[in-house]
């Protein structure tokens, strides 16, 4: 059974870092662990023992890695605005690596735009998020049926999603990461038309 020690999440674990997990534990393929919650991008500053939430985080993330492997082979999240994508990947750098397939999706990027952006040897895949999850956006991405996921557990269904990312081979424009901050649009406040 694969542990998070064998795998590239130890420094993320040991950083603090894998917040508020759904799934983290090995999935049903041999040396493979798995992380479904939120990654820390920014700690608050602690005063005294008190404990805060991070600053800003990478939140709905869906991540495998292997046992041995130097990084992540898969991780998908939601970040609420582009301008975070340098900030992620400068706090968890080594567990990226350049053959790994990243999806980010940004709520600040044009809906009909899609993006490459390399950064620091790691591309990512941009794309836009408005009212959906990163889960059923990356299902209509890959062209999984819900319906076949239905009867997998959780960790069937990060396996699934994780494989079928690895495969994925579709191209789209490429784009430096200060373009992407030209074109980005505003932040929208995650609370507002919320009930009181």
């Given amino acids: 059974m694969t542990t998070l020690d064998q795998t590239a999440f130890k420094q993320l674990d040991a950083e603090k870092r894998l917040q508020n997990p759904v799934f983290k534990a090995a999935t049903g393929t041999a040396g493979r662990f798995g992380f479904r919650g939120e990654i820390a991008i920014k700690f608050a500053q602690q005063y005294a023992d008190e404990a805060r939430p991070p600053e800003i985080t990478a939140d709905q993330v869906i991540a495998v890695a292997h046992e041995g492997s130097p990084g992540l082979d898969f991780m998908a999240a939601y970040l609420l605005s582009f301008e975070y994508l340098k900030p992620l990947a400068d706090a968890i750098g080594p567990a990226l690596k350049p053959d790994g397939k990243y999806f980010l999706y940004c709520n600040n990027i044009d809906l009909s735009k899609r993006y490459q952006v390399p950064y620091n040897g790691t591309t990512f895949y941009v794309l836009p998020i408005d009212e959906a999850t990163v889960y059923n956006e990356l299902l209509e991405l890959l062209y999984l049926e819900r319906g076949d996921l239905k009867k997998l557990d959780t960790a069937g269904k990060v ?26 649009g505003p ?10």
Avoid: Q
């Avoid at 932040?187 to 009181?196: F, I, T």
């Fill in 159 to 184: 396996d699934k999603v994780a494989d079928t990312a690895l495969t994925f081979s579709d191209t789209f424009p490429s784009m430096s990461y200060e373009e992407g901050l030209s074109v980005m």
């Fill in 187 to 196: 932040v929208r406040d995650p609370g507002e038309n919320r009930p009181v």
